[in-house]
């Protein structure tokens, strides 16, 4: 929360300094100087919830956070396998074949549309 | 932890802390205090989301999936004016590999390929490039892909996966030029920092047609509302592909690759393509329907004022105002239907800062009695092209652009 009040000073007075600095937009001015971006991306500690998750938790997170599926509509059983097989198949996940029944099975359980 | 680890997942910074990552695991049902969430009205859900300012260089965002990072700009954003600043701007990127960090000395842009002369080019040489700017609205394909009906899986945006701004930067054609385009190019193909988590996934890219790349018009942008691009909307260059969809409008823009055949790379020939037909309008369930990469954007409006399930003051004037983009050409018209698209009123436009940008319409609704009106917008574009009004589907969920609804009541 500290780090979260901390930041939203830090854009209130980039927006304080931004109403003065800033060039109206559309219009010629000098040039711009680009300066050097290091920056800390967030990460996500969400793990799929209940029993028989163990397959989805150590199989699809390396390469997206769970967010992305638990905000995913209900879908039927075979739009999950189709979404499971696609990204095993045109996104080369590392999928460990045994395992695929049941993150299909948990996808279908805990989202699943008729 | 930087987030560019794929090996990493559980024990983040958050999560030793404590109370973040507890916060997060108890979702909605936790206490006022926690974190701020928005509502998506899709049907099915789920519809609650995060509000988060925790990335970089970014203010309040709708969190739609953390890594790697898909945040919707918050719809109210819209109703403030036709730029969108740069710390609400919509994040989307593909894979998880992404520089955290960028070095404008070390910095290098390639052209290459079937040119008289490979350059690789510094941020300063680019900047020493004649300078353009061009307002331009950047939508995802899959903006408002939540209201789809049946439901289509993919990122859940509502309608906040789009922006306007001011890009300023230099023509493609003029950096083009400089390496020499041969004769026989069919096309450009362009790749930025960011790159696959596993070692053999599909390599970002996306490619456009030779004359598309030296229409004058494509940009390498440097600068987005008169300051450096976010670093998660692509710092230092970004591919602006004025009315194309944003799948285009490559991030962190490194390499620049003229091509002599076409490019059958995935992300041309199998991800973001359409079926060829008006709409990109297919059957829940149809087979064999011809396909093509997607393109250019239709027109779209918006009220930004009011929200569905607003109630009005019979006999006092409402004002009601919004934004239209017209897609790959200006705004012409946008008109309003207070009951539910049998009868059209024009509305009054705003400045025109450019026919690729958002124009705001403003104008007043009078309820006459009491009872429910369905409000609705519809933007015609300078081509003549109207938003249709039943909505369109397809599997991906691409170019939704029908006239939205907003049911109000009068009292």
Request: charged share 20%; net charge neutral; proline share 8%.
């Amino acid at each position: 929360m500290f780090r979260n009040l901390l930041h939203s000073l830090f854009i209130a007075t980039l927006c304080i300094v931004g109403l003065v600095l800033a060039p109206l937009p559309g219009r010629a001015e000098g040039p711009l100087v680009l300066k050097s971006v290091n920056v800390d991306l967030p990460d996500s500690d969400r793990m799929f919830p209940g029993a028989g998750a163990d397959a989805i938790n150590n199989n699809c997170l390396a390469c997206h956070s769970a967010g992305m599926v638990l905000n995913q509509p209900p879908l039927t059983k075979a739009a999950w396998q189709a979404e499971v097989n696609k990204m095993i198949h045109a996104y080369k996940a590392p999928v460990d074949p045994n395992d695929v029944t049941a993150i299909v099975d948990y996808l279908s359980r805990t989202k699943g549309a008729p | 932890m930087k987030h560019g680890n794929p090996l990493h997942h559980p024990f983040t910074r958050r999560a030793l802390l404590g109370q973040a990552g507890i916060a997060s695991l108890a979702m909605i049902s936790a206490p006022a205090w926690a974190q701020a969430m928005v509502d998506l009205p899709f049907a099915g859900g789920p519809t609650a989301r995060q509000i988060t300012t925790a990335f970089p260089q970014k203010g309040a965002m709708i969190l739609q999936r953390t890594r790697p990072p898909l945040l919707e700009t918050p719809f109210e954003v819209f109703d403030k004016g036709v730029i969108t600043p740069n710390d609400q701007f919509y994040v989307r990127w593909h894979w998880a590999v992404i520089p955290t960090e960028v070095d404008v000395d070390t910095f290098r842009l390639a052209i290459r390929g079937h040119v008289d002369k490979t350059l690789s080019l510094s941020l300063k040489d680019i900047l020493a490039l004649p300078r353009v700017e061009l307002a331009a609205v950047n939508q995802c394909s899959g903006n408002s892909r939540g209201f789809f009906a049946p439901r289509v899986p993919g990122a859940q945006w509502a309608h906040g996966a789009m922006g306007n701004a001011v890009w300023a930067g230099v023509r493609l054609k003029d950096v083009l030029d400089l390496a020499g385009v041969k004769p026989g190019a069919m096309q450009v193909r362009f790749k930025g920092l960011d790159d696959p988590v596993v070692a053999d996934g599909p390599k970002y890219m996306k490619s456009l047609a030779i004359d598309h790349a030296r229409d004058g018009e494509v940009m390498i942008a440097y600068a987005m509302n008169g300051e450096q691009l976010p670093l998660l909307n692509g710092f230092p260059l970004r591919l602006v592909v004025p009315g194309w969809f944003a799948t285009y409008w490559v991030k962190m823009l490194n390499d620049i690759e003229v091509l002599d055949q076409p490019d059958d790379n995935y992300w041309m020939k199998t991800a973001y393509t359409i079926p060829d037909t008006p709409y990109a309008n297919m059957k829940p369930g149809e087979t064999g329907v011809k396909t093509v990469p997607i393109n250019k954007m239709p027109p779209r409006s918006l009220i930004t004022n009011v929200k569905a399930g607003d109630t009005l003051h019979v006999g006092t004037p409402a004002p009601l105002r919004g934004i239209a983009f017209g897609g790959d050409t200006g705004v012409a018209r946008v008109d309003l239907s207070s009951d539910g698209g049998k009868t059209w009123q024009a509305t009054q436009l705003g400045a025109d800062a450019g026919k690729y940008g958002f124009r705001q319409w403003q104008t007043q609704f009078t309820p006459a009695a009491a009872g429910k009106y369905v409000l609705m917008v519809r933007c015609t574009n300078a081509d003549g092209v109207v938003q249709p009004d039943q909505p369109n589907w397809n599997t991906a969920g691409f170019v939704r652009n029908v006239i939205e609804a907003t049911p109000v009541v009068a009292a």
